[in-house]
């Protein structure tokens, strides 16, 4: 909390305490990452009165302390600069994604056609018996389940045993089936569905050029927006498959199951998901591409041929060479380091050139440690990104498709679907914002996302029918 005292030695007053007033409510209101920044900042100047009195009574300045102080302001207004707005860098994506699949539910009749069912789901439901309606979906979803869970656990062996190439050709695989095959279908069906007429010559060449940019874009570099734009296909792909092929009973099982084993893969000390983001931060490792949409490039391979401490450095001049650590033996004395680490005696000639002879006592040490601090160089904001995998995406899809699909069909329960998921979306952040650590962002959204459909399809729907139906406005 804000203190409610102020020290003399720091000078503030009431205007601090209006400043931590409208700072709070303004974290309330608009950017929930803040919070930790706040506590955090807080604290550390309770801390540093009291160094003031410490340093106060030892003689020593008080400018390190006023530059700290600034330096958490200064933390303070990013946070709040750039909270909200990676809140939106998430809504703009997963309501693009969500309205691709309800456009497509409501205009092209094939993904709301019942052809038949996917082989995970063997069991149909095309029963009069609930009872053994229910048994089905039952059996269905254990299925469904169980094959994610296997092949989520393959996927952790194969990072954690470091064999990538396995695990590239396997998203190669599927990259090329969705850019390729879906695409192909998805796009047959809507000519099929608005009459256009069109050539395989010419559909080839479409699909070819939006498969081989998609693939160079997610597997190797290419423009973020680009990049972007093919997950959020792919990922609206892989969700009209789901609405199409997946019974309905099975579908809204298969959404409250998984989002439980989300939050078991992700906060259970051997969750699969927890062990694959931990062995990736402890190698510094990006996970890939093609299973996480972020905010901010990531790609597998570098930029540029050199390593990102040479584009740090300084440029050298065009006749300079590189120092290099060189290493000599010696008969006697074993093994020496010749490196200077740049300070070479050319080096010190042209600084006493410049400067004159310089030596080290306490009076130029107390100047050098006076002088005030170089700014410290900050991460680019650009880089603060945030990251969602695209298993969160489909179903996110598939719960609002489904409801759009449903025999209702009515827009009501799509649009409360549709900000459940925002709402659970909202406060998955807030709590990644206070924990710091990685999420499942599947079960508070998807919660909320089956509450809405059924009380809505339920009750509201009714209730707003029997008032259409008697012409009464309220």
Known sequence: QAPTTCHQDTGCGANWKLYFLILRVSNCLFTFPPFPNLFQSNLARRGLDEDDRCMESNGQSQNDTRQTQEEFGDEEELSLKYGAKHVIMLFVPVTLCMVVVVATIKSVTFYTRKDGQLLYTPFTEDTDNIGQRAVNSILNTLIM????????????LLYKYRCYKVIHGWLIISSLLLLFFFSFIYLGEVFKTYNVAMDYFTLAMLIWNFGVVGMICIHW?????????????ISALMALVFIKYLPEWTAWLILAVISIYDLVAVLCPKGPLRILVETAQERNEPIFPALIYSSTMVWLVNMADVDPEARLSPANDSGSETNTVTLTQCPDDGVVDTDDGGFSQEWRETRDARLGPMESTQETRATVQALPSPPVVTEDPEERGVKLGLGDFIFYSVLVGKASA??????????????????????????????????????????????????????VRPFMDQLALYQFYI
């Open 406 to 459: 449903a025999a209702s069909g009515d827009w009501n329960t799509t649009l409360a679907c549709f900000v459940a998921i925002l709402i659970g979306l909202c406060l998955t952040l807030l709590l990644l914002a206070i924990f710091k650590k990685a999420l499942p962002a599947l079960p508070i959204s998807i919660t909320f996302g089956l509450v809405f459909y059924f009380a809505t399809d339920n009750l």
């Open 145 to 156: 389940i169980s094959v994610i869970v296997v092949m989520t656990l393959i996927l952790v």
């Open 221 to 233: 570099k290419g423009p973020l927006r680009l990049q972007q734009a093919y997950l959020i296909m």
